[in-house]
């Protein structure tokens, strides 16, 4: 049987805020070739999760280990350079630039040499190749040269991934890379997600929840801060627990 490749582990992961419990003694493993969903309510501590992994904020207690290594108290931009990536629910793009300009920026912010930021940006190729390979892996060729301003919501959306790409990630975490999207966009971003899913470990936090059931490999379920249960679409799909505390009969 093949070896379980562990890329991020959270481990027994808290974070008050004040009195309040937002994450409370949450675990979770994200693994090569697999698509792990966090789903919950409004409030169920998703995004608190995904800040902890990224490195936004440190957890009240708790660990954070990316390849093997204890990451809990590098900041973001430390972790991003050692393989970890990350898609905002805030637009992060500038809409003056092109498409492969903002790829190219994003490539370079994540060197650490300061100082890269001085050259002419089209003699640092590093960066050129990476944002030319991200732009084709998530399927926006075609419109490199585009404005970013002028993009569709759905666009704007893959160019946000495309971005994450750009810094050569091994582990994805990707908060609500859905919303506002329409049928078809959310179809092609499903696709991307499914061709993205063989090469890296994927958090995708959303609460589209006919998208996660068709996308996910591993699902986990949020309520209140609390994982209330973890396991395969099916498992989560007939679990009385969840069905009772947060999805509908529908699924
Ligand atoms: N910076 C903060 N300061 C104080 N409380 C916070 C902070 N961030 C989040 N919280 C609280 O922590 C709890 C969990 O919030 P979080 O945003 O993680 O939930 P969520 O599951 O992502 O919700 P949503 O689906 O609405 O995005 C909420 O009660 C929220 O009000």
Redesign the pocket.
């Known amino acids: 049987m093949k070896q379980k490749e562990i890329l991020l582990r959270g481990l027994n992961m808290t974070r008050r805020?004040g009195g309040?419990v937002?994450v409370n003694d949450v675990s979770i493993d994200l693994e090569r070739g697999t698509i792990h969903s966090v789903i919950?309510t409004?409030?169920?501590?998703?995004?608190?999760?995904i800040n902890m992994l990224s490195g936004e904020f440190g957890p009240s207690s708790g660990s954070v280990e990316l390849l093997g290594q204890d990451v809990t108290t590098w900041p973001q931009a430390r972790r991003a350079r050692a393989g970890l990536g990350r898609s905002y629910q805030r637009n992060t793009i500038y809409p003056t630039f092109t498409v492969f300009e903002n790829c190219r920026l994003a490539a370079q912010a994540n060197v650490q040499k300061p100082w890269q930021w001085w050259k002419a940006a089209d003699t640092c190729s590093a960066s050129t190749n990476a944002a030319k390979d991200a732009i084709e892996r998530a399927g926006l060729e075609h419109m490199q040269e585009r404005l970013a301003g002028m993009l569709s919501h759905g666009q704007k959306r893959q160019l946000e991934i495309a971005m994450c790409l750009a810094t050569k990630p091994q582990v994805l975490l990707l908060d609500e890379p859905l919303a506002g999207m329409g049928a078809d966009e959310t179809e092609r971003m499903l696709k991307l997600l499914d061709t993205l899913r063989k090469d890296h470990a994927i958090l995708l936090?959303e609460?589209d929840m006919d998208a996660v059931f068709r996308v996910a490999d591993l699902i986990t379920v949020?309520v209140n801060?609390t994982k209330i249960a973890s396991g395969s679409v099916e498992f989560i799909r007939n679990s009385p627990e969840v069905r009772a505390a947060y999805l509908g009969e529908g699924h």
Do not use: D
């Open positions: 805020w309040l937002a919950g409004n409030g169920a501590g998703k995004s608190t999760l936090v609460h949020m801060g």
